[in-house]
């Protein structure tokens, strides 16, 4: 039984599929980090958008002679307002269901009650 011989054109099919595969595993890292370098980017945009616009509220609230700032006043109390009115309109909801929860726990004991007298009768 002989040994398979070195053939150039098996080493040359090796060494094509070594690079392609090599070439394609830097297309996908390289393409992951710019994915990533590029969400980084758009983050630290965001970021400064934000820091923007809270330092033009500042400075539209340094200046008392702006109308803006009466109106982003006034914006700020209506959402406090509002946050205000559905937290009590949540809470008065939830105590009403607590409410009807325990007028069915009575009403429920009451019948528990009427049922073990009726069943002692019973006997």
Excluded: W
Aim: net charge positive.
């Amino acid at each position: 039984m002989e040994l398979c011989a070195f053939n150039p054109a098996s080493y040359y099919i090796v060494l094509f599929i070594s690079v392609s595969m090599g070439i394609n595993v830097h297309e996908f890292s390289s393409t992951l980090a710019n994915e990533k370098l590029h969400k980084q980017a758009v983050d630290r945009e965001l970021i400064k958008i934000n820091q923007q616009k809270n330092l033009n509220k500042e400075k539209l609230k340094a200046n008392p002679n702006k109308q803006f700032l009466e109106q982003l006043v006034q914006q700020d109390i209506d959402k406090r307002n509002e946050i205000l009115e559905h937290l009590r309109q949540r809470s008065s909801r939830l105590d009403s269901k607590a409410l009807e929860a325990k007028e069915k726990a009575k009403e429920q004991e009451a019948k528990t009650q009427e049922a073990e007298s009726k069943a002692k009768q019973n006997y």
